[in-house]
């Protein structure tokens, strides 16, 4: 069994040291679904939906939240990010919404909790102004592990190798 990174030898929580680590490009996206109703969908399309502007609210959420990671998640390295994009796509076929993420630092670890943050935060925050329509499904996805809203996730350094995030 391998050992974790974030637990001590009596069994505590600790941040991983990644004082020795060198600094590098980091890069992860993400990627989820919103499922609802056709007539939700339609909604958002015509710029009718109860609070306004539902997806530029909820991609400008998902930039935000990516910001906030480590105040979210306990024992994450803040990080000085240098591009959180999240874009939202309406999907028919669903029907709902397509939720992507990419972020990027230069820095001694990785930014996949921050991608999967932003579009959580994303899926959440598109959630609430359609709620009135009554979504079909919450946010769901697919993964190995982890949120449910998480369809896909990638992180790795720039220029190839798959980057571990202590």
């Given at each position: 069994?391998s050992?974790?990174?974030?637990?001590?030898?009596?069994?505590?929580?600790?941040?991983?040291?990644?004082?020795?680590?060198a600094?590098?490009?980091?890069?992860?996206?993400?990627?989820?679904?919103l499922?609802c109703?056709?007539?939700?969908?339609?909604?958002?399309?015509?710029?009718?939906a109860?609070?306004?502007?539902?997806?530029?609210?909820?991609?400008?959420?998902?930039?935000?939240?990516?910001?906030?990671?480590?105040?979210?998640?306990?024992?994450?390295?803040?990080?000085?990010?240098?591009?959180?994009?999240?874009?939202?796509?309406?999907?028919d076929?669903?029907?709902?919404?397509?939720v992507g993420?990419?972020?990027?630092?230069k820095?001694?670890?990785?930014?996949?909790?921050?991608?999967?943050?932003?579009?959580s935060?994303?899926?959440?925050?598109?959630?609430s102004?359609?709620?009135r329509?009554?979504?079909?499904?919450?946010?769901?996805?697919?993964?190995?592990?982890?949120p449910?809203?998480?369809?896909?996730?990638?992180?790795?350094?720039?220029?190839?190798?798959?980057a571990?995030?202590?």
């Open positions: 069994m050992r974790l990174t974030h637990i001590d030898g009596g069994g505590r929580a600790r941040m991983v040291d990644v004082t020795q680590k600094q590098t490009d980091r890069i992860a996206t993400a990627a989820g679904t499922r109703r056709p007539e939700t969908l339609e909604a958002v399309r015509e710029g009718n109860p609070k306004g502007a539902v997806i530029a609210t909820a991609e400008l959420a998902g930039v935000m939240a990516a910001k906030r990671t480590a105040d979210l998640i306990p024992l994450c390295h803040p990080l000085p990010l240098t591009k959180v994009a999240v874009e939202i796509e309406m999907d076929h669903l029907p709902g919404f397509r993420a990419e972020v990027r630092t820095a001694v670890t990785g930014v996949e909790m921050e991608a999967l943050t932003a579009v935060i994303a899926c959440l925050t598109a959630t102004p359609s709620r329509n009554r979504a079909a499904a919450p946010a769901t996805g697919r993964r190995e592990r982890g449910d809203q998480l369809r896909r996730s990638r992180c790795a350094r720039a220029g190839g190798g798959a571990a995030r202590h």
